[in-house]
């Protein structure tokens, strides 16, 4: 068994909320902007909806994937490998915030001026039809699972490895 000292856990579960928070919101940032890539190509609502949710799930999944894989290359790590890691993990959160921030001021509004019609198409499309107004919520949901599973596989992968 692998001793922490209450330092590393404390450090240890702040790196894994800024990652979670992180890959969360740089997901919310990437269906956002496939979402106005749909809107400005005029895609139709309702692919718009399912290619826009789906590809948050498979971002979501394959970038968590990837950021467990990394973290547990090394087997020891020290207190200031740890702190790094944490710093990093809190940069790259305000960076990704910062980064919704300015696209939807910037961007969103920009495909909303310019494609006013489709865009006004698909929000009324979308707030019209209750299921799949519950698919969002069961999407938002399964992040969630998805991370919950990703960490599960992680460290049984290497715990078998030790």
């Not at 450090?11 to 956002?32: D, H, M, P, Q, R």
């Amino acid at each position: 068994m692998i001793e922490i000292s209450k330092k590393q856990l404390i450090l240890l579960i702040g790196i894994g909320a800024f990652i979670f928070n992180s890959i969360n919101g740089f997901t919310y940032l990437a269906k956002v902007l496939v979402r106005d890539l749909q809107v400005w190509l005029d895609q139709k609502p309702i692919y718009n909806f399912w290619i826009t949710e789906l590809s948050m799930i498979l971002i979501f999944t394959l970038i968590g994937i990837h950021v467990i894989y990394k973290l547990t290359k090394k087997q020891k790590v020290s207190d200031k490998e740890l702190m790094k890691i944490f710093l990093l993990w809190i940069i790259a959160y305000f960076v990704i915030q910062l980064s919704q921030y300015f696209y939807t001021v910037y961007g969103t509004r920009f495909v909303m001026e310019n494609k006013h019609n489709e865009y006004g198409n698909y929000a009324d499309f979308i707030r019209e039809d209750y299921t799949l107004q519950s698919f969002q919520s069961i999407f938002i949901f399964s992040r969630y699972l998805i991370f919950a599973v990703i960490v599960y596989f992680g460290q049984k992968t290497v715990t078998n490895h030790v």
